[in-house]
């Protein structure tokens, strides 16, 4: 038992850091809007229902489904058949074949699975996330599609010109082309005892969310209707060979093989053929296959982002000269209205005021100018992290600040720190300097209240929205910088900079909640840093108020 309550709170925990994760979000509501919630790809995991699982109901399960005759044994390497076989024999020759186990999945059981239903209408369908940094996108239809269907090979070369890889069209556009994205790829599903998916996707900035949703469609459109050119066919055909060849001198790949001839009805041969048969692929296959398998005319178009920045532009794409229709749904793919977006705000605030009330709630500016150093130690906790790592956290007027986080018995795992100058990041004993954008923003902070000096005139509201139950004040600090206050208390809730490393453009949220008094000053004692889709979580522990640090520290 001990053993299944740790299992049992892993996957808890984990269901618990999907709730704030967009990535996690967005996968789970496109498998409810392609099959529904009666279908096992469509049904997920809650809290509620995990916490009324028992150790009884898994054994339940196990005595029910775990049988000799629902199950596969392969074995690979250099054996003796022979004694191979008695082994066997010896250590599952008790266990008994269930006579009824095919009576568990016929029609009107629990275990039947009901087709899922094709919608006739390409839609959109936006689930918003007001805190989500990026916007998720995925362009899906159902296939009905098995491997031992003739165009089962046409299929994959399609889906490999169309977004398989970094060779791919997809990717060459909305990466390489358009700089939407990181990377942009697609997938075709194959599925013996119900419906597929094919699938195309990326993670971009809110900005360009509707451009890289055009360009899906396009690319999808371009491929349907005009035909490959003979140079992609055959880079598409050599890209699997020499794949084939890789994977079969893996052992797993001839065992996955094996099981996949017994399981899916193929032909012993099956394999054999395999190259010859993408060999086979034609020009117009591949065209056969696209019409057929990727289609636009009934496609979900799911965006799971900050609806206030995207839903705009998304409310002007269209297929055919047609405004594609917009529905929206909640993280759990129940429907919901269209939600508010932007509330009016009254002419009489402005962001002089935000920010002076915010001063105001959180001590008053006599108490904050007193303030030179804070110190704060913090518990981390990083998801599917075997450790929870220690943090402490210095800061001294004007803009001197160090992080340092460690685990005991393993010692620093990170450090990071900020003269006033110059700046670094240390890990696993490599130290990396500060970027120029990275110490012109440290230089930029004039003490330890921003609030206090930063000029408001040069600042804008950009909206007001409802986040997580709180309306919001959105205030836009520079062009890479945005504040959330709370419009009743007006305390900061959320933080939102991007930035540039290595090249790259990060964006990354820092939430501020539990909010206490220490020394007079209202600071909060919780963290989450979101950067993609992890989320690491600081609970402050202590914070100590104009302790002495001498400025060396922080070299």
């Given at each position: 038992?001990?053993?299944?309550?740790?299992?049992?709170?892993?996957?808890?925990?984990?269901?618990?850091?999907?709730?704030?994760?967009?990535?996690?979000?967005?996968?789970?509501?496109?498998?409810?809007?392609?099959?529904?919630?009666?279908?096992?790809?469509?049904?997920?995991?809650?809290?509620?229902?995990?916490?009324?699982?028992?150790?009884?109901?898994?054994?339940?399960?196990?005595?029910?489904?775990?049988?000799?005759?629902?199950?596969?044994?392969?074995?690979?390497?250099?054996?003796?058949?022979k004694k191979t076989k008695k082994l066997v024999k010896k250590l599952f020759g008790k266990w008994k074949n269930d006579r009824d186990l095919e009576r568990k999945f016929l029609k009107g059981s629990k275990n039947e699975i009901k087709e899922?239903?094709?919608?006739?209408?390409?839609?959109?369908?936006?689930?918003?996330?007001?805190?989500?940094?990026?916007?998720?996108?995925?362009?899906?239809?159902?296939?009905?599609?098995?491997?031992?269907?003739e165009d089962y090979y046409s299929a994959l070369i399609a889906n490999r010109i169309f977004g398989a890889g970094p060779e791919s069209r997809l990717f060459n556009n909305i990466r390489e082309d358009k700089g939407y994205a990181y990377g942009?790829?697609?997938?075709?599903?194959?599925?013996?005892?119900?419906?597929?998916?094919?699938?195309?996707?990326?993670?971009?900035?809110?900005?360009?969310?509707?451009?890289?949703?055009?360009?899906?469609?396009?690319?999808?459109?371009?491929?349907?209707?005009?035909?490959?050119?003979?140079?992609?066919?055959?880079?598409?055909?050599?890209?699997?060979?020499?794949?084939?060849?890789?994977?079969?001198?893996?052992?797993?790949?001839?065992?996955?093989?094996?099981?996949?001839?017994?399981?899916?009805?193929?032909?012993?041969?099956?394999?054999?053929?395999?190259?010859?048969?993408?060999?086979?692929?034609?020009?117009?296959?591949?065209?056969?296959?696209?019409?057929?398998?990727?289609?636009?005319?009934?496609?979900?178009?799911?965006?799971?982002?900050?609806?206030?920045?995207?839903?705009?532009?998304?409310?002007?794409?269209?297929?055919?000269?047609?405004?594609?229709?917009?529905?929206?749904?909640?993280?759990?793919?129940?429907?919901?209205?269209?939600?508010?977006?932007?509330?009016?705000?009254?002419?009489?605030?402005?962001?002089?005021?935000?920010?002076?009330?915010?001063?105001?709630?959180?001590?008053?500016?006599?108490?904050?100018?007193?303030?030179?150093?804070?110190?704060?130690?913090?518990?981390?906790?990083?998801?599917?992290?075997?450790?929870?790592?220690?943090?402490?956290?210095?800061?001294?007027?004007?803009?001197?600040?160090?992080?340092?986080?460690?685990?005991?018995?393993?010692?620093?795992?990170?450090?990071?720190?900020?003269?006033?100058?110059?700046?670094?990041?240390?890990?696993?004993?490599?130290?990396?300097?500060?970027?120029?954008?990275?110490?012109?923003?440290?230089?930029?902070?004039?003490?330890?209240?921003?609030?206090?000096?930063?000029?408001?005139?040069?600042?804008?509201?950009?909206?007001?929205?409802?986040?997580?139950?709180?309306?919001?004040?959105?205030?836009?600090?520079?062009?890479?910088?945005?504040?959330?206050?709370?419009?009743?208390?007006?305390?900061?809730?959320?933080?939102?900079?991007?930035?540039?490393q290595a090249g790259n453009e990060i964006k990354s949220i820092t939430k501020y909640s539990n909010y206490k008094q220490i020394g007079g000053v209202l600071l909060a004692h919780k963290r989450e840093v979101v950067s993609g889709p992890q989320?690491?979580?600081?609970?402050?522990?202590?914070?100590?108020?104009?302790?002495?640090?001498?400025?060396?520290?922080?070299?």
């Amino acid at each position: 038992k001990e053993e299944f309550n740790q299992e049992k709170n892993i996957l808890l925990d984990n269901i618990k850091n999907d709730e704030k994760n967009t990535v996690s979000i967005a996968r789970r509501v496109e498998n409810v809007l392609a099959y529904g919630f009666d279908h096992p790809y469509g049904e997920f995991i809650t809290k509620e229902s995990m916490e009324k699982i028992e150790l009884k109901d898994a054994i339940k399960f196990y005595d029910d489904y775990f049988k000799p005759n629902n199950a596969y044994l392969v074995i690979i390497g250099d054996i003796d058949v022979k004694k191979t076989k008695k082994l066997v024999k010896k250590l599952f020759g008790k266990w008994k074949n269930d006579r009824d186990l095919e009576r568990k999945f016929l029609k009107g059981s629990k275990n039947e699975i009901k087709e899922p239903i094709q919608q006739e209408e390409i839609t959109i369908n936006v689930i918003d996330m007001p805190n989500s940094a990026n916007s998720e996108i995925t362009f899906q239809n159902l296939v009905d599609l098995k491997m031992i269907d003739e165009d089962y090979y046409s299929a994959l070369i399609a889906n490999r010109i169309f977004g398989a890889g970094p060779e791919s069209r997809l990717f060459n556009n909305i990466r390489e082309d358009k700089g939407y994205a990181y990377g942009a790829y697609s997938s075709i599903g194959d599925d013996k005892y119900s419906k597929a998916k094919f699938r195309a996707s990326t993670s971009t900035r809110s900005q360009v969310t509707d451009s890289a949703l055009v360009e899906i469609i396009k690319e999808i459109n371009k491929i349907n209707k005009i035909p490959v050119s003979a140079e992609e066919l055959k880079n598409a055909k050599a890209k699997y060979l020499g794949e084939f060849v890789l994977a079969m001198e893996r052992p797993s790949t001839i065992a996955n093989y094996a099981i996949n001839i017994e399981s899916n009805e193929l032909k012993s041969d099956y394999y054999k053929k395999f190259l010859s048969n993408i060999n086979a692929v034609s020009i117009k296959d591949v065209q056969n296959a696209a019409t057929k398998y990727f289609s636009l005319k009934n496609a979900q178009l799911v965006v799971t982002g900050k609806g206030s920045e995207i839903i705009d532009n998304l409310e002007k794409v269209s297929f055919e000269n047609k405004i594609i229709p917009i529905s929206y749904f909640d993280k759990y793919g129940n429907p919901i209205d269209k939600p508010v977006f932007n509330k009016e705000i009254s002419s009489e605030v402005n962001v002089k005021a935000i920010f002076l009330n915010y001063v105001n709630a959180i001590g008053g500016i006599d108490v904050l100018n007193k303030v030179k150093s804070i110190t704060t130690n913090a518990s981390v906790k990083i998801p599917n992290a075997p450790f929870s790592p220690k943090a402490e956290i210095k800061q001294k007027h004007p803009n001197l600040n160090s992080l340092v986080m460690s685990v005991e018995g393993m010692g620093t795992l990170m450090s990071q720190k900020f003269d006033g100058e110059n700046g670094y990041t240390e890990q696993m004993g490599q130290k990396i300097p500060f970027e120029k954008d990275q110490i012109n923003s440290e230089k930029e902070k004039l003490g330890l209240f921003e609030e206090i000096y930063l000029d408001s005139s040069k600042m804008e509201i950009i909206s007001l929205n409802q986040i997580e139950g709180k309306d919001l004040y959105k205030i836009k600090i520079n062009e890479t910088t945005f504040r959330y206050y709370d419009a009743k208390t007006y305390l900061l809730i959320m933080k939102e900079e991007t930035s540039s490393q290595a090249g790259n453009e990060i964006k990354s949220i820092t939430k501020y909640s539990n909010y206490k008094q220490i020394g007079g000053v209202l600071l909060a004692h919780k963290r989450e840093v979101v950067s993609g889709p992890q989320t690491i979580v600081f609970e402050i522990t202590s914070i100590k108020l104009n302790e002495e640090i001498d400025d060396s520290f922080f070299k």
